[in-house]
């Protein structure tokens, strides 16, 4: 108790490789080892690194649908209701309302909130924005923008240990492994 | 892969082998088709006519789709195109074959024959009688004196017989008399002349023959030498034959099908047909490709990814085909011009309206909504429902340009076995012709500059190669 760090609570073990192959490979490895709170962080995005990490296909697409379907119908309401039931405006002795002369609006309106609902859930799902994250702090870690490929699994874990994910990360490859605190 | 190897595989790859139901369907369906064309020839001559004309369309908008994705591979350099290739590029060399079918739509084009159903008949003239009205009110707004003089003929001066392209009936009464009621003819005469027409569809199919063929020569050629420089001339042909494709492609469209109401208007028709075409073509090159992978000649070729790429450029041109669609609607119907609307008005009514209403569901609601999800689109059983949906919808929607000119209550319903007739027929000689092209060729573009990328294996780079010392 004579030191700050002792006070420290740990994040995760964060390990470093030179390659993307490096990265996709250990990916692989931590997937089958059965972990589910880690992540892989690299400077551009590696193809087949969902396969690697076992990912499953992104969930955005619900946001966007359910949004869109809103945008369409909410669109027709809006017309329906402000050229038809509100305020009847007959245009060239067409129906006050019509499908057809509203569409192109509630067409328009699915695509502004099914863009706002990809954006929305994309954020949600994420968990966005967040003012700060313990990797963030070191200094290593900063390379990411660079040339390096870190694997990072984090101590909330179930199956996290600090000695048994260490093993795990050495035997990936990785020429240097570091516990991350909060 | 050593070159002993290649060219061993290359022996063995070309021979397709179908089951044996699968290999005799072609000609089961000739021969079923013959009969039933034969049978309809002298059972209703003017539903046979049509009929013939919206098959022969159906099967062009195919051939015509797969010409536009050889193309597009060839602009846009895209790799996942390369290895379902040869399959577009054989439907695509049957366009300047399908002259063939053409022939004798040539032939009835202009020979009155034409019998319109009762119900129809007195639409029509209805129709007409509005229209010449609509006209003679604008012509006395705007002095034009010459249109009237020609209305003053208003009425029928044939025998209750129509001609298949009823324009062609104008302008010979108007080359032997001088005189003629159809304004909307005489006002369009500089385009629609016999002489200028026959002119036009020979020019199509010459043009599509030289485009096709030789793309699929230098393809082939590639094959023996895997020289770039075949990719390099493709590339010249694909620049030049996309401008000829888009306007080829619409006069077919305006010539053969439009030109069937010579009265109306429609800027959009000849994209409309493209929307509608190449939504077939590459579900039927999917189908296709699919096939071939399942019975072996493009087992590892056309992968996973392939299939989803296809199925998702398929996806889109069915928004395509909606967003073409619905704007033609939506224009005349907002316009509400009468020489633009009665199209529309025609096809409202009777048995017709459910069509259009099976056209807006079954071309666009139902494959949107079910290919929305990414992994439905490399699901077999997913896939084969939506390609049975999308030929018969696209079916639906040639019969909707077309039959309505004859058929106004239920008429084409009872007739309909001279449409299937046709289809069968059409359908058992192209697909004949087709596996006879891909037995003759190597099932895939083998050497394509692509084929490795589009096969999902990595080339290393000479460079790359060096520093690992190999």
């Known amino acids: ?182 | 892969m050593t070159a002993k190897k290649k060219t061993s595989a290359k022996k063995a790859e070309p021979e397709l082998k179908l089951p044996e139901w699968a290999g005799k369907v072609p000609l089961i369906l000739l021969i079923a088709g013959a009969v039933l064309v034969l049978a309809g020839f002298f059972a209703d001559r003017s539903h046979f006519a049509h009929a013939w004309l919206v098959s022969f369309m159906f099967y062009l908008s195919i051939c015509l789709g797969a010409f536009f994705v050889v193309l597009l591979h060839y602009l846009f350099d895209s790799y996942w195109i390369v290895s379902i290739r040869r399959v577009a590029e054989h439907l695509a060399c049957l366009l300047p074959l399908m002259v063939v079918l053409f022939i004798p739509i040539a032939i009835w084009s202009g020979s009155e024959f034409v019998e319109v159903e009762p119900d129809a008949a007195h639409h029509h003239e209805e129709q007409a009688h509005k229209t010449i009205e609509a006209t003679e009110k604008a012509a006395d707004v705007s002095g034009d004196t010459h249109s009237s003089a020609h209305q003053e003929e208003a009425g029928h001066s044939h025998e209750g017989r129509l001609a298949f392209y009823q324009w062609m009936h104008s302008e010979k009464e108007y080359k032997d008399t001088g005189k003629t009621h159809d304004h909307a003819w005489f006002a369009k005469r500089g385009y629609l002349s016999k002489g200028f027409w026959n002119l036009r569809w020979i020019f199509c199919f010459a043009i599509w023959g030289f485009f096709t063929w030789m793309l699929r020569k230098h393809s082939l050629e590639q094959d023996k030498t895997g020289a770039a420089e075949c990719t390099r001339k493709c590339r010249v042909l694909a620049a030049v034959g996309v401008f000829v494709f888009a306007a080829t492609l619409t006069i077919a469209a305006i010539d053969w099908m439009k030109g069937l109401e010579h009265q109306w208007f429609s800027t959009m028709y000849g994209v409309y047909y493209f929307a509608g075409s190449v939504w077939t073509s590459l579900i039927t090159i999917y189908i296709i490709a699919l096939f071939l992978k399942k019975t072996g000649p493009l087992k590892d070729i056309v992968r996973e990814s392939t299939l989803k790429d296809n199925a998702t450029l398929f996806f889109a041109f069915t928004v395509f085909y909606a967003y073409i669609h619905f704007s033609q609607y939506f224009l005349i119907w907002n316009a509400a011009i009468p020489e633009e609307t009665f199209w529309y008005v025609k096809r409202e009514d009777g048995p017709w309206w459910n069509v259009g209403m099976l056209i807006i569901f079954g071309h666009f609601f139902v494959p949107f909504l079910m290919l929305l999800r990414i992994d439905v689109k490399t699901r077999p059983e997913v896939m084969i429902t939506v390609a049975v949906l999308a030929w018969f919808l696209h079916f639906c929607d040639m019969s909707y340009n077309i039959m309505p000119l004859i058929h106004r209550f239920g008429g084409w319903m009872q007739n309909i076995w001279i449409d299937i007739g046709c289809l069968a027929l059409m359908g058992g000689a192209l697909s004949m012709v087709f596996i006879y092209f891909f037995k003759q060729h190597p099932p895939y573009p083998q050497k394509d500059p692509r084929i490795a990328e589009t096969m999902g294996v990595y080339v290393p780079l000479h460079s790359e190669a060096k520093a690992s010392g190999k």
Not at chain 1, 77 to 89: C, K, P, T, V
């Open chain 1, 1 to 182: 108790m004579d030191s700050l760090d002792d006070y420290q609570i740990p994040y995760g073990l964060m390990a470093e490789f030179g390659t993307p192959a490096d990265a996709l490979h250990a990916a692989e490895k931590v997937r089958d080892a059965g972990y589910t709170r880690w992540d892989v962080h690299t400077p551009y995005a590696v193809h087949g690194m969902d396969e690697a990490m076992g990912l499953e296909n992104s969930q955005v697409g619900w946001f966007t649908f359910i949004c869109g379907l809103c945008g369409f119908f909410g669109g027709m309401l809006m017309i329906w209701y402000m050229n038809s039931y509100d305020y009847g405006l007959p245009v060239g002795g067409k129906p006050n309302f019509s499908p057809f002369a509203s569409f192109p609006v509630a067409y328009e309106m699915t695509i502004l909130l099914g863009a706002f609902g990809s954006l929305g859930g994309m954020l949600f799902l994420n968990r966005l924005p967040r003012l700060h994250h313990p990797l963030l702090k070191n200094i290593r870690f900063a390379e990411v923008t660079h040339d390096r490929f870190y694997v990072v699994i984090e101590a909330d874990d179930p199956k996290y240990d600090e000695e048994e994910t260490h093993k795990l990360l050495k035997k990936t490859g990785s020429k240097h492994i570091e516990l991350v605190n909060e």
